[in-house]
Structures are given as structure tokens and as C-alpha cells.
């Protein structure tokens, strides 16, 4: 089969298709309203856990890419070598190498022993932080979003998960629904939050910054939308932040505010949401976050939209068309007055 000059020319083009869209969805990111730009990279380890994963993948990547280039090297030339040619004689034929069939079996033995050892050195040295200096966070996993608790210090939030840096991070993990999977891959490898069966796992930032983590399980509709964020900031921010989020609710200053704090307090809205100082008991069970300091936090809903007013109103009116599937149901018969009232109320609370 031929082809006409401008028939190649158009499969040429065509052939460039998959490299230009990989280039475009390169520069896609989720980002916060700060434009911080919150990419999971594993291999961008800012922790003594994700850097010790990130170690085991290159030596494994490099004994891999090692065999394969031996392996096909060797390949490509006993097929040039050997290869038949005209008027050559019929190549003698022998039984095998008993050497050469001994050496490729101890080799490749010995390299996957090496990557074996390798791995369970690996496995055993993040299994136990060496540092004293620790601190307690439970991650509870609800469908769809990440409650985080202190149980130490008496806090609760969602989405985001603040931590000092240079200290050990032990996170106890729960669910009370189905299988999920906790993971923050710059900070430390993905582990299973099972409903009855209470996991733990330890990380640990040695850099300020935001991370990103994610549930790694399919765990139903909304699975890709159950995002979250992990602040390391310094231990005097942390203890600053600790501080903050253990004050009760802020007094709304504004008219607005003020009268979306009454509408709130007698709403729907305090059967499955907490703030401390206003609704009553300790919330816990409740089937929606924590919404004592909801205006600092940077997401709303898991990381379906940025914390904007804007996108704020748009999930109180019709949660569902949000993220479809979620807890949070639809008011349509909030008036946009009663909206913007619960929206300037909730921005408030920081």
C-alpha cells in the first residue's frame, strides 16, 4: 500500500494529535482561590516517608530499565548476527548452553532478590517514625470529604488537615461507610480506611506548603471529587491556627451576616452541621462538616469549587447540581435574599 504525498502529510499531522493534547492537559490544575497550584507528585517527596517510596521507585526503575535494555540489546543482535542469508549454509544445530541457561536463571534470581530486599528494607523503616515529637489526628471518611479531628487539642474540621513541619503526624483512619484510601502522595503512601477496621498511618512534612491528598478507593460517585488538603505550616503558625479553630464562632458584624445567623440557627441546616457556640451538642454523628471557622477554609465540598461566595451560594441553593449524589440536598425554595443572608453568615466564620 502507497501513499500519496498528501495523504502522508496528513497522517503525519494526525500522528501529532495525542502529543498536543498531552501538552494542553500538562498545564491543567486544580488550584485554590490563593492560585496555589496543588498537584500530587510522587515523585516530589517533601517528607521522610514519600521520600523514602520515592527511592524504592527509581531503584526499582533503574534495575527494570537496566534488564530491558540488556535483555533487548541482546535480542536485536542475535537478530542481526544470525540472521539467514543467501546461499548460506544450514546453521549447525546443537541441544543448549548449559552454562549460558544456568547463568540467566541465577542472574535475574539475584536481581529480584536484590529488589526484594530493597522493598523490605524499605517497608520497614517507614513502618516506625524515629521522632519523639508527635502529634494525633483522626481521618474520618465520610462520602464524599475528610473530617479531621485533634482529639488533643479539641478540633474539628474538614477538608484540610493543618500540621507543624519537622513533626510526626500519627493518623488514626475511619470510616463509617465504605472502603476508602488515605493518601498524600508527596507526604507518604495510600492506606485503606476500612468501616470497622481502624487503620493508622504516620507522615510527616519537612517543608512549608500546601499538599494535596486524595481518596485512592473507588468508593462511588463522587470518588474523584473527595479531595483534600494537607497545610504544613511552622510550630508557632500551627500553634497559632490551634488557637484559632478552638475559639468558638465568630460574632457576625455585618447586617447580612447577622441575619443569616438567625435564619441558621432555626433552619434545617444545625440538624446536620456544627458551630461551636451556637448550635447545641457536641456534634458529634452529624452528618455534614464542622462549619465553626467554614470562611478560612479554601474548599467547599471536597474540592468540587473553590471557597468563593459565588460558588458558596450555588451550594446552598442546589447542592445536587454541585456534586451529585452528596448528603447536602437541594433548598429550592430559599429565596435569594435568604441565600446571600446564610452566605455573608458563613463567610464570616473564620
Not at 188 to 213: C, E, F
Amino acid at each position: 500500500m502507497s501513499f500519496k504525498p498528501k495523504t502522508l502529510k496528513w497522517w503525519r499531522l494526525a500522528s501529532l494529535l495525542p502529543l498536543l493534547i498531552a501538552l494542553a492537559l500538562a498545564g491543567c490544575g486544580q488550584t485554590d482561590v490563593n492560585l496555589v497550584t496543588h498537584t500530587p507528585n510522587i515523585l516530589d517527596p517533601k517528607g521522610p516517608v514519600a521520600l523514602k517510596e520515592s527511592n524504592l521507585f527509581w531503584f526499582i526503575l533503574v534495575v527494570s530499565t537496566t534488564v530491558f535494555v540488556v535483555v533487548v540489546s541482546a535480542l536485536i543482535y542475535s537478530i542481526i548476527r544470525f540472521r539467514a542469508r543467501p546461499g548460506a549454509a544450514e546453521p549447525m544445530q546443537f541441544h543448549g548452553n548449559t552454562k549460558l541457561e544456568i547463568g540467566w536463571t541465577i542472574v535475574p534470581s539475584l536481581v529480584l532478590l536484590g529488589v526484594l530486599v530493597m522493598t523490605i528494607t524499605t517497608m520497614n523503616s517507614i513502618q516506625q517514625p524515629a521522632s519523639p515529637n508527635t502529634i494525633t489526628v483522626n481521618a474520618v471518611g465520610h462520602q464524599w470529604w475528610w473530617e479531621f479531628q485533634y482529639p488533643d487539642q479539641h478540633v474539628v474540621t474538614a477538608d484540610e488537615m493543618w500540621i507543624p513541619t519537622g513533626t510526626v503526624v500519627h493518623v488514626n483512619l475511619i470510616s463509617d461507610n465504605v472502603i476508602h484510601s488515605f493518601w498524600v502522595p508527596q507526604l507518604s503512601g495510600k492506606t485503606d480506611v476500612i468501616p470497622g477496621h481502624d487503620n493508622t498511618i504516620w507522615l510527616q512534612a519537612d517543608t512549608v506548603g500546601w499538599y494535596r491528598g486524595e481518596c485512592a478507593e473507588f468508593c462511588g460517585t463522587q470518588h474523584a471529587h473527595m479531595d483534600f488538603l494537607v497545610h504544613a505550616v511552622s510550630s508557632s503558625d500551627y500553634q497559632t491556627w490551634i488557637q484559632q479553630q478552638q475559639a468558638p464562632a465568630a460574632q457576625p458584624t455585618s447586617a447580612l451576616a447577622q441575619a443569616g445567623a438567625q435564619y441558621f440557627a432555626s433552619s434545617p441546616c444545625i440538624g446536620c452541621h456544627m458551630v461551636n457556640g451556637v448550635t447545641k451538642g457536641s456534634g458529634a454523628g452529624l452528618i455534614g462538616p464542622n462549619l465553626t471557622h467554614f470562611g478560612s477554609r479554601q474548599w467547599i465540598a471536597g474540592g468540587v469549587v473553590d471557597n468563593t461566595p459565588q460558588n458558596l451560594a450555588a451550594w446552598i441553593h442546589d447542592a445536587q447540581a454541585v456534586k451529585p449524589g452528596s448528603d447536602m440536598p437541594a433548598f429550592p425554595n430559599l429565596t435569594s435574599s435568604q441565600v446571600d443572608e446564610l452566605v455573608a453568615y458563613l463567610e464570616s466564620l473564620k
